[in-house]
């Protein structure tokens, strides 16, 4: 069965790189985060402010995988018009289900 071609949001590469640095500014500003992460983790990055990105984002986890990692979800909300005030990314790391 052949698989549709996602197509990506207009400018994604670069919306999502800036929701990474946003992330990485967080996690290097509270680097004992680390301690409740997995080793080599996968990060999915789920802006809530951009559902464009969040669904594609998804998508992409639905086609790719992790391949076998661990997948760390991120919640955030962009800064782009927010103030010093905004809050900061929740992490959330599933927990396997055992039936």
Do not use: H, M, T, W
């Given at each position: 069965m052949a698989q549709a071609k996602m197509k990506a949001p207009a400018n994604a590469v670069e919306r999502n790189i800036q929701l990474t640095g946003e992330i990485m500014r967080y996690l290097m500003a509270h680097p004992q985060v680390f301690d409740s992460l997995?080793?080599?983790?996968?990060?999915?990055?789920?802006?809530?402010?951009?559902?464009?990105?969040?669904?594609?984002?998804?998508?992409?986890?639905?086609?790719?995988?992790?391949?076998?990692?661990?997948?760390?979800?991120?919640?955030?909300t962009s800064r782009q018009g927010a103030t010093p005030t905004y809050p900061p990314p929740s992490l959330f790391v599933p927990l396997p289900f055992a039936a």
């Open positions: 997995p080793d080599k983790f996968e990060l999915i990055i789920l802006p809530e402010d951009d559902p464009e990105i969040r669904q594609y984002n998804l998508d992409l986890l639905d086609k790719y995988g992790s391949e076998g990692k661990p997948i760390v979800f991120a919640r955030l």
